[in-house]
């Protein structure tokens, strides 16, 4: 019983790993992937032909984050909004944020 119960334990472990492992994999070539970019093709493209693909969707409160479709966008506001909001409560807790109404409007519009 005991042998069964240690070789159990070590299935279990042997499980998470690989799972873990398989992750890890999957974050670094999704990311290799989304890295992968012709910028000069893509450009001599759009001039030429219509994109069903809008690429030029920054991110008008920290002007960093470029996201590729609109709920991505979404998703990276509403947490630089957070982050935004509390970086100016620290500095100044009487104003409002200047871009409150239209952070709104991205957070709670699905």
């Known amino acids: 019983m005991i042998d069964i119960n ?6 279990l472990n042997q499980k998470e790993t690989l799972i873990n492992l398989i992750r890890e994999t999957n974050k670094k070539i999704i990311s290799q ?4 970019e012709l910028p000069s093709l893509q450009k001599l493209l759009s001039s ?5 693909k809008t690429l ?19 998703v990276h506001k509403r947490k630089c909004s957070t ?3 509390n970086n100016k409560e ?12 239209i952070v709104e409007r991205y957070v709670y519009n699905k």
């Open 56 to 74: 030029d969707l920054k991110c008008d409160i920290c002007d960093k984050f470029t996201g590729f479709n609109l709920k991505s966008l979404s």
């Open 90 to 101: 620290d500095t100044s807790s009487d104003t409002p944020a200047e871009n409150n109404t």
């Open 33 to 36: 992937i989304t890295d992968i």
């Open 48 to 52: 030429k032909f219509a994109s069903t």
């Open 6 to 11: 240690q070789e159990f334990q070590t299935f």
């Open 83 to 85: 982050n935004n909001n």
